[in-house]
């Protein structure tokens, strides 16, 4: 019954994960189509947003992988 509650857990998880790092990427990527629109140039912060939030995706999404097995 344990296990049970465990593999329900980590599925919850790995939807939360998804859901945020998903979310990261989109206002980073709302956030360089504004700032080349207005400064005619990307920022750091917005590139920064898009890197963490691919990062933080593919690496729950291995760490899942391998506890499944």
Same mark, same amino acid.
């Given at each position: 019954?344990? +296990?049970?509650?465990? $593999?329900? +857990? *980590? &599925?919850?998880? !790995? !939807? @939360?994960?998804?859901?945020?790092? *998903?979310?990261? #990427?989109? $206002?980073? #990527? ?5 700032? #080349?629109? @207005?400064?005619?140039? =990307?920022?750091?912060? =917005?590139?920064?947003?898009? @890197? #963490? &939030? ?6 729950? /999404? +291995? /760490?899942? /992988?391998? !506890?499944?097995?």
């Amino acid at each position: 019954m344990k +296990n049970d509650n465990k $593999i329900e +857990n *980590a &599925g919850s998880n !790995r !939807r @939360v994960h998804a859901l945020l790092s *998903a979310l990261t #990427v989109l $206002i980073g #990527v709302a956030l360089l189509i504004y700032m #080349v629109t @207005v400064e005619n140039e =990307p920022g750091a912060l =917005p590139l920064l947003l898009i @890197v #963490v &939030g691919s990062g933080w995706y593919l690496i729950t /999404r +291995n /760490r899942f /992988r391998s !506890r499944e097995m």
